[in-house]
């Protein structure tokens, strides 16, 4: 089974800031990577597909970035209602989903 | 983009069953697959396992073969996951979400099920 390793497991960050997060395959799973918004008690959203492709309706301010075993989330400008759980997940081989980082306030 | 809604809040008994069913609307039932995805209290997603709809075809992640069952009623547009010999570890909120073709991520998803097992 692919493993998925996202870092940081919590952010802390205020709005306006630039965030990262990054997440690693235990093997590579070419550019086979999603990205997932999930709000407390709310089922996760589609974000970015293949990658880097932005999902329909997702603000320009969300970006995808990698390659391989290696990827990247980025927010460009945080805004309030990006205060939430990410999680990547891969969909090279089955699909397997990372721990999940949070970002607070 | 479909819409999906799902069974309510249950209770269950250690070693008893659950049947949980996921309604599609808002696109042809058998144009995309299935997938049941499960999420347990303060914890992160893990894959179950899809059914095509229009073939009856299921994949079961191996960590549930042999106690979790997916089937559908194309009748009414509507895919059941069924559980066998429940554990407090099965414990978990409940999603299921679409995927427009087989090996791509998750596009729609219920709104979720919470099963609780108790004694």
């Known amino acids: 089974d692919i493993q998925m390793t996202q870092s940081p497991s919590t952010l802390s960050a205020s709005v306006g800031d630039r965030v990262t997060i990054t997440c690693r395959a235990s093997q590579s799973v070419d550019s086979w990577l999603a990205w997932y918004q999930q709000k407390p008690g709310k089922a996760p959203k589609l974000l970015i597909y293949k990658a880097s492709s932005l999902q329909s309706g997702v603000p320009s301010r969300f970006s995808g970035s990698g390659s391989g075993t290696e990827f990247t989330l980025t927010i460009s400008s945080l805004q309030p209602d990006d205060f939430a759980t990410y999680y990547c997940q891969q969909y090279n081989s089955y699909w397997t989903f990372g721990q999940g980082t949070k970002v607070e306030i | 983009q479909v819409q999906l809604v799902q069974s309510g809040a249950e209770v269950k008994k250690p070693g008893a069953s659950l049947k949980v069913f996921c309604k599609a609307s808002?696109?042809?039932?058998?144009?995309?697959?299935i997938h049941w995805v499960r999420q347990a209290p303060g914890q992160g997603l893990e894959w179950m396992g899809w059914?095509?709809?229009?073939?009856?075809?299921?994949n079961y992640a191996q960590k549930f073969q042999g106690w979790v069952t997916m089937t559908r009623d194309t009748s009414i547009s509507t895919v059941y996951m069924e559980m066998s010999r429940l554990t407090p570890d099965d414990t978990a909120m409940y999603y299921c979400?679409?995927?427009?073709?087989?090996?791509?991520?998750?596009?729609?998803w219920g709104q979720g099920t919470l099963i609780t097992v108790s004694s």
């Open positions: 979400a679409t995927s427009l073709q087989l090996w791509l991520p998750f596009d729609s």
């Open positions: 059914i095509n709809p229009n073939s009856g075809g299921t």
């Open positions: 808002g696109s042809t039932f058998s144009d995309y697959y």
